[in-house]
């Protein structure tokens, strides 16, 4: 837009500003020294604005403070530089930002080209490769803390796993190795109320990687029990020294029979209607706090004798060829009585749940990320998911806000002599940082 011209006299201006400091100017002078102001501010260049990432990514607010660090000169020659905003250091992306793609990343399974094209709507350019070299960077200061996590779920007194497909594009394999599937892994540990996730993907199935995480468990423990449902690759060899009372899952047990409930409505009714029983008592011990010792004398008492009365019942239906074994009645029968033991293991061991129901939520959020991100492109990239996912779902398990938690940590870790001198553990305890502080007392932590 073109600019009106004016015409300035600097001896009369001068003069006006001369009788401005003994008496009031007149309407006509002040007139004359605003427009001349007006010109000359008109010829400046127009600030440059530049939005801070951080404070979009890692705060809630939906719009990006803009300030103007660089030197900005007037027409007098004179150089003035703008102060920071306070909070902002000299690194191009704080903790808080990393900590937001996280978040939205592997805790809400949104895909980092998703990502980009929001923050482009909000004015913020941040490309994915960005983001990926942020998270990246970012896991490697936190390694540590997932190792602890992995050895405090080792202690733990019940021990769910499952796992669900994944895809990798890049992963090399042993010319010997004749599996073709990639796996992700959920294991859920649980010690008194309190609970810790881990996600691990790669070739092994998830009896494997308990194996590996109970590699870590202290020799002195009492032995814990493992949840799972019935199949194989679910339970694997044991480190020496190492024993596990095996559970296996209730609610794969009943879900046998409601698949077939519209071909079997009569005995499929009686079946779900005695496992709906044994879930009801169960709900009353949980409402009434009872110790895994009480608990475990109630279900005696209340709910094995209806499952006696069950498991009579369904070893008649085969025995007196009353159900074709072959049928799909037949079948959930059949899978009922064989793995009748571990189905039933909370009748004989203090603290065994009913099912895996816990794990099978926890790998909802790998289950999203595959649905969403389609696939990682590496195996170190699913390295640095299954970190931010195990202490995401960890702090939710918790009850903590994971975005309070995995700021400092990054902070504290980041910034702690001793955290790489001396290890995750005790340094982060020595900041009085371990467990979470947002966590209150139900921070993941099974051996304070």
Not at 267 to 280: D, H, I, K, M
Not at 399 to 415: C, I
Not at 419 to 431: H, L, V
Request: aromatic share 6%.
């Amino acid at each position: 837009m073109k600019r009106p011209r004016v015409d300035v006299n600097l001896e009369e201006l001068d003069q006006i500003i001369e009788r401005g400091t003994h008496a009031p100017l007149s309407e006509s002078e002040s007139e004359k020294l605003k427009s001349a102001l007006h010109a000359l501010a008109g010829m400046l260049p127009p600030p440059r604005s530049t939005e801070k990432t951080k404070n979009v990514l890692g705060q809630p607010e939906t719009s990006a403070p803009k300030n103007d660090p660089e030197p900005v000169s007037n027409l007098c020659g004179e150089v003035f530089t703008a102060p920071e905003p306070e909070g902002v250091g000299p690194e191009k992306y704080d903790e808080t930002t990393a900590a937001m793609i996280a978040l939205l990343k592997y805790g809400s399974g949104m895909p980092f080209y998703r990502l980009e094209k929001m923050e482009h709507l909000l004015g913020i350019p941040l490309p994915a490769s960005t983001q990926w070299e942020i998270v990246e960077e970012e896991a490697e200061v936190i390694k540590a803390a997932r190792d602890e996590l992995i050895r405090q779920a080792a202690q733990g007194e019940v021990l769910h796993n499952d796992d669900t497909g994944m895809r990798v594009l890049r992963m090399a394999r042993e010319p010997s190795d004749d599996r073709t599937g990639v796996f992700t892994s959920g294991i859920v540990s649980t010690k008194q109320g309190q609970r810790i996730a881990l996600y691990f993907t790669g070739r092994q199935h998830a009896g494997e990687n308990l194996r590996d995480v109970l590699a870590h468990r202290a020799e002195a423990l009492a032995v814990p029990v493992q949840m799972s449902d019935a199949l194989s690759r679910n339970t694997s060899a044991l480190p020496e020294g190492v024993e596990i009372l095996l559970a296996n899952c209730l609610a794969h047990g009943r879900r046998q029979f409601v698949e077939v409930a519209a071909n079997f409505p009569e005995a499929c009714r009686y079946v779900l209607e005695t496992l709906g029983s044994v879930y009801r008592y169960d709900a009353e011990a949980r409402a009434a706090q009872l110790s895994p010792q009480r608990r475990l004398l109630f279900h005696q008492q209340h709910s094995e004798p209806i499952l006696t009365t069950l498991q009579q019942w369904m070893q008649a239906q085969l025995a007196q060829h009353l159900v074709e074994p072959n049928s799909g009645l037949g079948q959930a029968i059949t899978y009922f009585l064989r793995h009748w033991k571990g189905l039933t293991a909370f009748l004989r061991d203090a603290g065994a749940p009913l099912d895996n129901n816990i794990c099978e939520r926890a790998l909802k959020r790998a289950v999203l990320h595959r649905k969403n991100a389609l696939f990682y492109r590496t195996l170190h990239g699913s390295e640095v998911g299954d970190l931010f996912m195990s202490l995401i779902h960890t702090c939710e398990l918790c009850g903590a806000n994971p975005f309070d938690y995995l700021s400092p940590l990054q902070r504290h870790t980041a910034h702690s002599e001793n955290a790489q001198k001396t290890g995750f553990p005790e340094s982060a305890i020595s900041w009085g940082f371990w467990p979470p502080p947002s966590c209150g007392p139900l921070c993941p932590r099974f051996d304070a």
